[in-house]
């Protein structure tokens, strides 16, 4: 009887636990996809980037080339990134062709990764210590800064990268190696993280996963870079070497970096945007992370950023941090173990503590990041006022099946019915013009709407619709709406 009790009590407390996770997992993409469909009730979302991948991921879905008017005419997204996992979401334009699609995919594949974060944990602490580390992964502030900014490929590699440090972690090599074919088809950059997971996995034998990973890595980044997306781009050349200080291309990069450590380290923490970055991803977490092998997977991904020309890639702003974070939430679980941190009560609950402190007071304080839960606490999230009716109005005013040129704030709310494409952007035809005058540029890099206004008004276009800051001008070549202006 004894026995049977023990096996019982067993039973239900693993019962509990994936009830526990399972209810957080749940409960994270209600709140994160709630939250993603109000900012593109609310008109946040832009063309740059979810109309750009809900156009891609539209034609996907109608079986035609990922094409996308909004970085161009016939503009192939496969010259930007190489992302094809993005297909995936395709089949859920069958049932609602909407941007907002992407977005709950966003929020399903975060959601994704918390069991993984948890079971990783799990065989290093006590469950309630798992569950704390689970929670705090999904809500810090690069979790956050991510579902606040639209979507992007790299949340495919959220759950996938976190499987394959956890197949790592455990030596299962065919996991591993299927995660690491998966994410090179997040993004050409992976390929990187695939070397680093291989060396790792060159440290017990057998040694022939590790060198498939590395193989595969630096085959699968030079192949798609030197070959698959100059094939694509209308220029034909990878548009995203921006490592100026490093040199002109990646055998170069390598050597300045082997012959001038000083200068090296000296790029990783200036400006000082960048250290400051640093210190929001490992002072979270304790430090910890610098103890664990595991961190070495983030270092390419964190050079990428650092010794990258375009400074927004040095912020705690937009997608980019989620990757890095995952890794060194991992790293700081191993690292904590290898340190004692959880065998030690007073430890184990001073960490556990820090992990819950340090969330709730990035939300609390204004200007820091943790975006997310401060809208929603604050109720700015469901905002409501004369400039979001004017968008709205605007938006309604345009006829279905026309080719548009939008201000970017507005392109998500009229790609599911339109050619939609930003103004500045070469477009064979435009029909109408959407503008809105309060607004510096009508894009990243693109002219201010004065300009636009006057260059449409020169060009024969006439007003047709003003509210507020909103106005709509109509091509004097219009003649109604066109096959040849469908989405």
Not at 69 to 82: C, E, M, R, S, V
Not at 173 to 188: H, K, M, N, P, S
Not at 380 to 400: E, N, T
Request: with cysteine; glycine share 6%; net charge positive.
């Amino acid at each position: 009887m004894t026995v049977l009790a023990t096996a019982t009590r067993s039973v239900r407390a693993r019962v509990g636990a994936h009830w526990q996770v399972a209810l957080m997992t749940g409960l994270l993409f209600v709140v994160y996809g709630g939250y993603g469909l109000t900012r593109q009730a609310t008109y946040l979302t832009a063309g740059y980037d979810l109309g750009i991948f809900d156009q891609a991921v539209r034609n996907y879905a109608r079986f035609r080339a990922p094409e996308v008017p909004l970085k161009g005419t016939h503009y192939n997204i496969l010259a930007d990134h190489f992302h094809p996992i993005i297909a995936l979401a395709a089949p859920f334009y069958w049932i609602w062709d909407s941007p907002s699609v992407l977005l709950l995919v966003q929020m399903a594949l975060i959601a994704a990764s918390v069991p993984v974060v948890y079971a990783f944990a799990l065989r290093r602490m006590p469950r309630a210590g798992a569950l704390v580390v689970a929670g705090a992964y999904a809500v810090s502030w690069a979790i956050q800064a991510m579902v606040d900014f639209d979507f992007h490929e790299v949340a495919w590699g959220v759950p996938i990268l976190a499987v394959a440090v956890d197949a790592l972690d455990r030596r299962d090599d065919r996991t591993l190696l299927i995660a690491a074919g998966l994410l090179l088809g997040v993004r050409e950059d992976m390929g990187a993280v695939l070397v680093m997971m291989g060396l790792l996995r060159l440290a017990w034998r057998p040694r022939r996963t590790g060198y498939l990973l590395i193989g595969g890595g630096l085959a699968g980044y030079l192949l798609v870079t030197a070959l698959v997306i100059p094939a694509f781009a209308p220029n034909g050349q990878f548009a995203y070497w921006t490592f100026d200080a490093l040199g002109p291309d990646l055998p170069h990069a390598l050597w300045t970096i082997v012959a001038h450590p000083v200068h090296t380290a000296q790029l990783l923490v200036t400006p000082s945007i960048k250290a400051e970055t640093l210190a929001y991803f490992f002072v979270p977490l304790a430090l910890l992370p610098l103890r664990s092998r595991y961190s070495l997977i983030a270092l390419p991904l964190l050079a990428e950023r650092f010794f990258n020309s375009r400074d927004h890639l040095w912020t705690t702003h937009f997608h980019y941090n989620a990757l890095p974070w995952l890794v060194l939430v991992l790293a700081m679980v191993d690292g904590g173990a290898r340190l004692g941190v959880w065998r030690r009560i007073w430890l184990y609950r001073a960490m556990l503590a820090w992990l819950v402190i340090v969330p709730v007071y990035l939300t609390s304080v204004a200007n820091i990041t943790a975006p997310v839960l401060r809208r929603m606490l604050l109720g700015s999230a469901w905002r409501m006022d004369d400039h979001l009716r004017a968008q709205q109005a605007a938006v309604r005013f345009v006829p279905h099946d026309v080719c548009v040129s939008v201000d970017d704030r507005l392109a998500t709310q009229l790609t599911t019915t339109n050619r939609v494409t930003l103004p500045g952007i070469p477009t064979p035809r435009t029909d109408f013009v959407v503008l809105d005058m309060g607004q510096k540029e009508v894009g990243y890099l693109l002219p201010t709407p004065q300009q636009v206004l006057a260059d449409s008004r020169a060009a024969g276009f006439v007003q047709v619709f003003s509210q507020g800051n909103l106005l709509v001008l109509r091509s004097p070549d219009y003649t109604g709406p066109s096959a040849q202006c469908r989405p």
